[in-house]
C-alpha cells in the first residue's frame, strides 16, 4: 500500500477558459500535516474540491491511498468521501440541530448506531475538542470559537483518515484563533491522521505544518518545511510571507 495519502499528477482546471490549476503537482504523505497557502483566489478551495472529487480536472489525475479516484462513478466516489472530514471556511451548523445531533449527522447517515450511542460518541468527541455539557444547545447559542470546535467535532467524528481545513480560522477572533490552531495541531498528534490545512493566513498555518507548499498562478512554486520556508530566497514567496498578514494584495510575477 502507499505511503502517500493524497497525490496530484498534473492536475489542471479551467473555468470558462480561466486557468486556475496549471498543472497542480502534488503528494501528501500518511500522518503528514500538510499546509497550502497562497493568496485568496489562487485556487486552493479549487484544489481541495478537485482532492475531494468534487470537482474533477480538465486533466491530470488525483490519487487517495494510491487509487486513482478522477474517473471513478459518484457512488464509488463517496466511498472514498469517507475517509475525509471535513472543516470548510464557513463551517455551517445545521441551525435546527443541538449540538450532539450536528456531531452526529454522520454517524446518522453512515452507521447503524442507536440514538443513545450517537449522542455517547458524539460527546466524547466534543470532550476531544474540548467542548463538555453543551449537547442540547443550539449553535446560534454558541461563540464563533466554539461553533468552529463543533464543526470539528463533527468532522472527526466518523474516525476520517484524513482531516481538511479550509481556512479553519477565518471570522474568530485573535484569541479564539490561537486556541484552534493549538487544537487541530493536538488532534493531529492525537488521532494519527493526515491533516491538510488550506490558509491565507501565514501566521495560522506555520505553527502546525509539516510541510508546506505555496500555490501561485496556478502552481505549486514552494514546496518544503518550516526551516526551509524561512530560508528561502524566492522573491516570490518573500512577498507573499510579509504581505500575507494583511498587507496589500498585489498582483505578483508568476
Ligand atoms: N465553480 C466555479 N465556477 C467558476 N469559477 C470558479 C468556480 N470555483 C472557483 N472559481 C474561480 O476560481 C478561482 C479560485 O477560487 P478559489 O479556489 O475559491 O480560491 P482560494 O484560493 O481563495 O480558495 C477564483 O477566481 C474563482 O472565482
Ligand atoms: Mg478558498
Redesign the pocket.
Known amino acids: 500500500m502507499s505511503q502517500e495519502m493524497i497525490k496530484l499528477v498534473n492536475v489542471k482546471r479551467s ?2 477558459d ?1 486557468g ?1 490549476l496549471k498543472g497542480v503537482n502534488l503528494s501528501v504523505g500518511k500522518g503528514e500535516s500538510f499546509l497550502l497557502i ?10 481541495l474540491k478537485t482532492i475531494l472529487g468534487l ?1 474533477r480536472p480538465d486533466s491530470g489525475t488525483v490519487h487517495i491511498e494510491g487509487q486513482e479516484i478522477t474517473q471513478l462513478t459518484k457512488s464509488k466516489l463517496e466511498k472514498v468521501r469517507l475517509n475525509f472530514g471535513l472543516v470548510f471556511q464557513n463551517s455551517a451548523l445545521f441551525d435546527f440541530l443541538t449540538v450532539w445531533e450536528n456531531v452526529s449527522f454522520f454517524l446518522k447517515q453512515h452507521t447503524a448506531l442507536t440514538k443513545g450511542q450517537m449522542r455517547r460518541k458524539a460527546s466524547e468527541t466534543l470532550a476531544l475538542v474540548g467542548l463538555k455539557g453543551i449537547e442540547d444547545m443550539y449553535p446560534y447559542e454558541l461563540s464563533g470559537g466554539m461553533r468552529k470546535r463543533v464543526a470539528i467535532a463533527r468532522a472527526i467524528v466518523y474516525n476520517p483518515k484524513i482531516v481538511i481545513y ?1 481556512e479553519p480560522t477565518t471570522g474568530i477572533d485573535p484569541i479564539a484563533v490561537d486556541k484552534i490552531v493549538s487544537l487541530i495541531k493536538d488532534l493531529h498528534s492525537r488521532l494519527f491522521i493526515t491533516s491538510m490545512i ?1 490558509t ?1 493566513d501565514l501566521d495560522t498555518g506555520l505553527e502546525i505544518a509539516d510541510r508546506i507548499a505555496f ?1 501561485l498562478g496556478g502552481r505549486i512554486i514552494f514546496e518544503g518545511n518550516r526551516e526551509q520556508i524561512k530560508e528561502s530566497k524566492d522573491k516570490r514567496l518573500i512577498q507573499f510571507m510579509s504581505g500575507a498578514s494583511g498587507g496589500p494584495i498585489k498582483e505578483m510575477e508568476v
Do not use: C
Open positions: 473555468f470558462k480561466k486556475i497562497g493568496r485568496s483566489g489562487a485556487g486552493k478551495t479549487v484544489l470537482l479550509d488550506v491565507h500555490l
